[in-house]
């Protein structure tokens, strides 16, 4: 990988070769950092070589990715998610440039797909036929998908209260799946062991420092998409913490190839009864274990194993942290749904939760260039969409019955 | 629209204007077809045009699709599905030239979006605030959807069996549902005399003449991604029999333009317990009523209302008829999802379902070139999804509860 320098921990600094799939700092234990060789990169990607690419995939930014040379890419389409300009939601919140990356539409419907491409690539490259995560259930399921089309087997670790839509997917995909009898931390804890025993290729996100840089290029997509133009805000749900790292990894690449003029500022939205990123954030202090208590499974983690990482995106992005509670990412999702044509899943709503709250609470100005990501498809948690949507109305099939109801409305 | 010549029924071949949206043949109520100039067309649309378009959508084909000059069109990313060489799954099959169109990645998760954004964008060109249709579910969410984006309000008739994930998804839309106590045919006829009572746009594929036109941009897309190769099989699940007759539609469009030098062979695959339109492919009787006994939700329709648009793409492309039962539908589910990392929903995977069995039975040469349409995402039926997947492995959190089932497989 002629692009990518080595690693660096995010704890203790330490600088590390580029070959650490499978490991923390050898020093600390700290989460790494891939570092990348930029000027050998801006004579391989420019607005140019972007605008006449006719690869409409994550595939496109391939020169930012730490993909060896000679791999076999993923044949799904991950990533190019459509940006939408959300007027009719923007105008409910006072904002005039509010857009909406609809990352539920990727191969398996969630933005994790983004970084389980780089897994299944990385894993056959390495030559492994076996590659193994645990998951509240779209990094699975987006493994599962990927390690499929790239004829990889896959074992996949979740907690028992993982959402059925969820599980379903990911045995279609032919995964070999265990429902571990604990929380999140218990699923995380038993695949470590069981990776570490098989000699499995590992996915997952806490400890492979290459997957954020899968997650970062749905902000490489948000920037090309408006004409490399920075947002003044970024609204995302956070959960484990890698995907806002990815988020802002993403804005600093471009921003130190120079297709960027500026960073945006990140808005970090967890849950209220499940927000230990936020609180460190907004204390100072440690990261301290928290209950895993929301409706929003994605971002259920207690325990978040990029904490770090999160934190410094938070941290140096000027970043706004806000928390909300499980009937604000219910009417989130309605008004996501009715105002934008968008469905998005609990945690997938999220951010859009936190960014009707913060701008109901004025915080944010209306002509300001603002982007909510929705990280994943309300079709992947019914039973949560419908109590977002209430009940259908029952009619017998004659008018009789009907008329009533229709000019109720 | 300086494109469309007017329309001609398909029944008398009685030719009218093209302001028909919700009108039948006025001399025989037979179904209408779009004719189109394309002389005129050939000065807007070519390969070098569609090679220099950004619109990676199904508007990119504008100048081939009914929409009046200067409407606003849906802002969804309808189309530009992906198209995959699924070598895995074509290898187990004997075919060396399979591709698998997943149409369940468009914004609303099925095929049927194509015609809904046509409903929508006609709607409001037309002055009308509100859209109505009856659907098994994939017609109501896409038109829900589209509706929602486009800030116009929604009414939907649904039988009571739709699955709770299709209910859902609309309601989250802000669509006004109703679930009609009966089958599809009694949500079918409520459904038009309240449109008729209240005056609503008439989104029902079975009326309107101008929604298979948008279905018809998923042949347009194969085509292209093909390079302008005519595949020697389409495969595609038939119900209402709207999409098989829009599939045709597409190739025959390109095939009047000189883009296409052959037209391909339509495999028509329904349910062997719902099977109208293809019994009467097969035996040349007219069609007759049938049972909905199939767990394809979506092409269980018993009263076909574009059999006869159905039965001339069938009989016109020398096509193939094949009914597959529910557990090979599950099984090509299954078989979809584990070799090609693709999900589809019953209805969805039934077209693979078809070719499977016309594989099995060396009634496909292995260099033809293959293409199954997936018309919908798995994630809209997960009660069907976990049928075919089956249970996960339930462990203790420790590797003695987890060593012997990881060892058995």
Known sequence: MKNVLGCVCVSCGKETGAEVDTTTCPSCGGMLDVKYDYAFIKTKLDRQSLASSADFSMWRYLPLLPIEEGSELSPLRVGWSPLYKADGFGESLGLKNLYIKDDGLNPTSSLKDRASAIAAVRAKKAGKNT??????????????????????????????????????????????????????????????????????????????????????????????QLGFKTPDYVAVSVGDGCTIAGVWKGFKDLYALGLLDKLPRLISVQA?????INRAA????????????????????????????????????????????????????????????????????????????????????????????????????????????????????????????VESF
């Open 131 to 224: 590659v193994a995560c645990s998951s509240t259930g779209n990094a699975a399921s987006s493994l599962a998908g990927n390690a499929a089309a790239m004829g990889l087997k896959s074992f996949i670790f979740v907690p028992e209260r993982a959402p059925k839509g969820k599980v379903a997917q990911l045995l279609v995909f032919g995964a070999h799946v265990f429902c571990v009898k604990g929380n999140y931390e218990d699923a995380f804890r038993l695949s470590a062991e069981a990776i570490s025993r098989w000699g499995w290729y590992n996915r997952n996100a806490a400890i492979n420092p290459y997957l954020m840089e899968g997650k970062k290029t749905v902000s490489l997509e948000i920037a090309e």
């Open 282 to 405: 907004e204390t100072g202090n440690a990261i301290e274990k928290m209950d895993e208590d929301t409706i929003a499974d994605s971002i259920a983690v207690g325990v978040p194993r990029n904490g770090d990482k999160a934190l410094a995106a938070i941290r140096e992005s000027n970043g706004i942290t806000v928390n909300v509670t499980d009937d604000e990412i219910l009417s989130a999702m309605r008004r996501l749904g009715a105002a934008a044509g968008v469905f998005g899943e609990p945690a997938g709503a999220a951010g859009s939760a936190g960014l009707i709250k913060l701008a109901e609470q004025k915080r944010i100005p209306p002509n300001a260039l603002v982007v909510s990501i929705v990280t994943g498809n309300g079709l992947k948690d019914v039973v949560n969409a419908q109590k977002a949507a209430g009940e259908p109305n029952f009619v017998n099939p004659d008018m009789a019955s009907l008329s009533p109801l």
């Open 272 to 276: 209220s009864l499940c927000c230990p």
